[in-house]
Structure formats: structure tokens, C-alpha cells
């Protein structure tokens, strides 16, 4: 279980996230959406540990950054580190002491090469194996099928149902609706600086028509005859 009380979240005199208060539990998928930035990324980086903010998060597992695998939209990796040091690294960080990837590179990743030459996609692929690698409970997936090819997706798709059966808690934030009707026990609109009210499989549909209903139309006649 984890459960938040009172967050806010401020950049200077800018208010992010304001006064939230919800609660996560064991073996749920939770879907986060909203519009860019409306603040689902600073509310990952909260939960994760990476930002200082006002309130309380609690968890039954403590301190819960030390139980949790955040994959981010975009992974970082030093320039002259390999796939296979990035692992065993991610790995060491949480005492854990196996070293036979070539065995666990469920995306088939070239493992000797430099992790910075690898392709978007393909590093949000090493990103998420050395999260699973470090046996977490909690697992933070920032548009995690964003830039990775089809097969791939399925992959990804089948181990967040994989980790739910597990008795992980997952959250997910993406763009693409049809991936988070496919995975979630629960959908959170961010907007507004605050979670609306929990949106359940029943009205994931009319949460998703809601949410293009506010796309305002778009006429490219306006660029016609640009001044040269």
C-alpha cells in the first residue's frame, strides 16, 4: 500500500501539484494521464524520491526509492558504459549479485555495446530489464511504449500483466490510450494540478472521448501563403 496525504509540489513561486491526496494498492496497474505538462512526470520523480515536495508519502515498504524501479521517458547512460555494465551496475546498486544477462536479455540487446549508441527504443529496453533485474515491488513506467517497435510492445504489455500477477504495483503513464485500456485496473486524470477522481474499466471508453474532446480543431489553412 502506498498512500499520499497533502503533496504539493512547487518549482519556485510555480505550483505543479497541489494538495493531492490518494492511495495504491498491491497487484493494481494505475494509469496516469493528462495533457503535456500537467505534472505526471513531477508526480513519477515525487514518488520516486527525485524531487523534494510538501506532505506525505507513506508505504509499507521503507524507504519505498529502495523498493522501486522508475523507467523515464528518456534513460540516461554515461557515454562509455556497455549494456552489460549498465545491468550489472543497476544490480549492485541494490546488492544483487547475478551476472548472467546474456540469459535475461529478453529483448535480444547487444549487451557488449555501448548503451549511448543504442536507439531510443532499445534503450528504454535495457532501462526496463535492469529494473526487472533489480526484483523491485513498485515499478514507474513513463511512456514506456513510446519509440519501441511492435514486437517489442507486446513484450512490454505481457510483463506489466506479468508483474500484476506478481503482486507488483505498476504505474503507467502514456499517451497511447489503447495500451492503458489493455493494462489497468484504474486510470487518474492529472489536471488542474490534482487527480480527478479514479476512472474504473467500465469507463475507460468515456474517459478516453472525454479526453478528445478537448483537442480543439485544427485548421492548416492558416499556414497557407507564408511570407517569403
Known amino acids: 500500500m502506498i498512500r499520499i496525504e497533502n503533496l504539493y509540489k512547487l518549482y519556485g513561486s ?3 501539484l497541489e494538495n493531492i491526496n490518494c492511495s495504491f494498492e498491491k497487484g ?3 494509469g496516469i494521464v493528462g495533457a503535456n505538462g500537467a505534472g505526471k512526470t513531477t508526480f513519477f520523480n515525487c514518488l520516486a524520491g527525485l524531487e523534494d515536495y510538501r506532505g506525505n508519502i507513506e508505504a509499507d515498504l521503507q524507504p519505498l526509492k529502495n523498493h522501486l524501479g522508475f523507467l523515464p521517458t528518456q534513460p540516461y547512460f554515461p557515454s562509455r ?3 552489460w555494465e549498465y545491468l ?3 544490480c549492485l546498486a541494490r546488492k ?3 551476472e548472467d544477462f546474456e540469459a535475461k536479455n529478453i529483448f535480444g540487446l547487444p549487451l557488449q555495446q555501448y548503451a549511448s549508441t543504442y536507439s531510443t527504443g532499445m534503450q528504454k529496453k535495457l532501462a526496463l530489464t535492469a529494473i526487472l533485474l533489480q526484483g523491485n515491488e513498485v515499478f514507474i513506467l513513463d511512456e514506456p511504449f513510446n519509440g519501441v517497435d511492435i514486437q517489442s ?3 512490454i504489455m505481457d510483463i506489466i500483466l ?3 500477477a506478481a503482486g507488483k504495483t505498476i504505474f503507467i503513464a502514456s499517451h497511447i490510450f489503447s495500451t492503458l485500456r489493455e493494462s489497468c485496473d484504474e486510470i487518474l486524470l492529472l489536471k488542474d494540478k490534482n487527480f480527478k477522481p479514479k476512472v474504473l474499466p467500465e469507463d475507460f471508453v468515456k474517459l478516453d472521448k472525454e479526453m478528445q474532446g478537448e483537442i480543439p ?3 492548416i489553412k492558416i499556414f497557407a501563403n507564408p511570407t517569403r
Request: no cysteine; glycine share 4%.
Open 14 to 16: 510555480k505550483l505543479v
Open 28 to 30: 493494481r496497474v494505475y
Open 217 to 219: 480543431p485544427v485548421d
Open 88 to 90: 550489472k551496475l543497476m
Open 81 to 83: 558504459i556497455t549494456g
Open 153 to 155: 510492445n507486446m513484450i
Open 162 to 164: 506479468q508483474l500484476k
Open 96 to 98: 544483487i549479485k547475478t
